[in-house]
């Protein structure tokens, strides 16, 4: 993998090449609203007040700023990039990510001016980007925020990105920032059954921003025996292995249970898909990741059974192929495939049902399935705006047209969910 941060040479080059434009197409395609143009102009006069008023524009409209600029894929303000029709995009989350670096080196972020309370307060449950994002917005508009957390750290998913990406330290840095907004409070290893309770309790509204927290199934016999994406990722050490280890499954997960796999010692992993390689959902970063560690892929192949032999395991796949568009089994292709260590499933996450309450606001992955961390906070913050408005009748504009599009009106909201939803890559 790349190194975590530009060096200062690399990060000076790619700030140079910023022509800004005046439409600001990297803006428009950011989900948070962010402007790389503003902030890597200011950043160019290369000095520790530029770059600390950088960092502060950067933060003002994506609090998870230096998170986001670290795990970004290529498909927002790099795909909408004007150098494309010159030479290549900047690497514009690679900018955002070392001037964040480079401005906290300096010492603390000065904190935001805080508002004064607006003597309502509002629950967020799920320390998650999206919950982040959420607390962020309604503690700089006066609301007094305590935040549930089911686990003892914040981060959410984002806490199962390997460290080689996104070092927990990050994510503390963010939350400490996002901490100095208002009345913050926070309560973790505390889970909320049901969040309407929190209506009964006195708050005047609620966020449930608890993503998908149960992996997602394949329904064939012995998948008991696989670990969990969630499991292997959360503790990757009580897995090592000097073995062969199969991954089922061809998304992001997929790919960071994949290369920790091999980082953790395998001698092999093989990531087994049930499409073609040009079909997995994948940035360009992560495609190489893959050819870097020398990570087999086949594609094309579906898993049918998995047993326990002799302290390893064996899968059973067969080939597969499209019928039109309807992918279908090959009859007669069925093989087995001996000697695996570890069997990892990465074939998607699942929600909990949503409890349907007034003044009560799905944001993040709980709502829209599967995202990046950028558009989860996003979907944070348009929450915390909608939840606003019922609460206020203030009309607000929606943060992101991206992942989520939302026209607010006085007392009520029309929602118009514009989001992808992703199939479990598989």
């Known amino acids: 993998m790349k190194k975590l941060y530009l060096t200062t040479a690399q990060l000076k080059s790619e700030m140079q090449r910023c022509l800004y434009c005046a ?8 989900p948070a609203n962010c402007s790389p143009a503003d902030f890597i102009t200011t950043a160019k006069a290369d000095t520790q007040e530029a770059y600390t008023r950088a960092a502060g524009l950067i933060l003002k409209a994506n609090p998870l700023g230096q998170m986001c600029g670290l795990t970004c894929p290529d498909q927002f303000c790099m795909k909408a990039c004007s150098r ?41 449950v799920g320390a998650g980007p999206a919950g982040m994002g959420a607390a962020a917005v309604l503690a700089r508009k006066g609301y007094s925020v305590t935040v549930f957390e089911g686990s003892g750290k914040v981060g959410g998913a984002a806490k199962l990105i390997p460290d080689a990406r996104l070092p927990y330290e990050v994510i503390e840095k963010d939350w400490e920032y996002i901490k100095t907004f208002g009345d913050i409070t926070w309560q973790m290893n505390h889970r909320v059954a049901n969040p309407v309770d929190l209506l009964k309790d006195g708050y005047d509204g609620v966020i449930v921003a608890v993503g998908e927290p149960h992996s997602a199934k394949m329904g064939i016999p012995g998948e008991s025996l696989a670990v969990s994406f969630m499991d292997y990722l959360t503790d990757p050490e009580k897995y090592k292995t000097t073995g062969y280890v199969a991954v089922l499954g061809g998304g992001a997960v997929a790919v960071d249970c994949a290369v920790t796999a091999k980082d953790n010692g395998a001698e092999n992993v093989e ?16 495609r190489s990741w893959l050819l870097d560690k020398m990570v087999d892929i086949t594609s094309m192949t579906r898993v049918e059974k998995i047993e326990e032999i002799d302290g390893t395991y064996t899968l059973y796949t067969c080939k597969t192929r499209f019928n039109g568009t309807k992918l279908e089994d090959i009859p007669d292709t069925t093989i087995k495939r001996p000697g695996f260590a570890h069997v990892i499933m990465a074939v998607g996450s699942i929600a909990d049902p949503k409890t349907e309450a007034e003044k009560v606001i799905y944001a993040g992955d709980c709502s829209h399935g599967g995202s990046t961390i950028v558009e989860a906070v996003a979907s944070g913050k348009n929450a915390a705006n909608e ?40």
């Open 271 to 286: 990531m087994f898909v049930r499409r073609r390689i040009p079909d997995m959902k994948l940035t360009a970063e992560e």
């Open 23 to 30: 439409e600001k197409p990297c803006m428009k395609a950011c």
């Open 84 to 124: 494309q029709h010159l030479d290549v995009p900047i690497k514009i989350p690679a900018v955002q990510a070392a001037i964040l670096e480079k401005a906290r080196s300096f010492g603390p972020l000065e904190a935001p001016e805080k508002v004064a309370s607006n003597g309502r307060n509002i629950a967020v």
């Open 387 to 426: 939840l606003h408005a019922a609460i206020t009748g203030e009309i607000e504009e929606a943060v992101c047209p991206v992942s989520r599009i939302v026209t607010y009106k006085a007392k009520s909201c029309t929602v118009v969910e514009g989001v992808e939803k992703h199939e479990p890559a598989s």
